[in-house]
C-alpha cells in the first residue's frame, strides 16, 4: 500500500522558515510529478508547488521567490523549503504524488494526511 507521510510542520514567528519533507513509501514502480498543496480554513486546496521527475519546479505566484521546491528520486522524497514566512501562509499543507504502482497498468494521484503550518507572532 503506497502511503505519502509528511513532516517538518509547526508554528513559527512572521519571516522564519520551515522545511516539509513528504516521504513516499509502499510498492512504487515510478514517481512522476509531486508536489505541494495547501488549505486553509474555509478555503479551497490550492497547489504551491510542483515538480516534475526531471526536477522542473513550478511555483504559485503567491509564494514565487519565498518557496523552494526539490525532491530526491533515490529516497521517494519531496521537500519544500519555505523561508521569510507570513501569516497568510498559515494553512494544512498535503503532499501529493503522481505515480504508478508495481504490476499497475496506470498511474494514479496520491495524498498525504497533511501537515499544520501556522505562522503567527
Known amino acids: 500500500q503506497v502511503q505519502l507521510v509528511e513532516s517538518g510542520g509547526g508554528l513559527v514567528q512572521p519571516g522564519g522558515s520551515l522545511r516539509l519533507s513528504c516521504a513516499a513509501s509502499g510498492s512504487i514502480f515510478s514517481i512522476y510529478g509531486m508536489g505541494w498543496y495547501r488549505q486553509a480554513p474555509g478555503k479551497q486546496r490550492d497547489l504551491v508547488a510542483h515538480?516534475?521527475?526531471?526536477?522542473?519546479?513550478n511555483y504559485a505566484d503567491s509564494i514565487k521567490g519565498r518557496f523552494t521546491i526539490s525532491r530526491d528520486n533515490a529516497k521517494k522524497t519531496v521537500f519544500l523549503q519555505m523561508n521569510s514566512l507570513k501569516p497568510e501562509d498559515t494553512a494544512v499543507y498535503y503532499c501529493h504524488a503522481f505515480l504508478t504502482e508495481v504490476g499497475g497498468k496506470t498511474s494514479a494521484e496520491y495524498w498525504g494526511q497533511g501537515t499544520q503550518v501556522s505562522v503567527s507572532s
Open positions: 515538480i516534475t521527475r526531471s526536477g522542473a519546479p
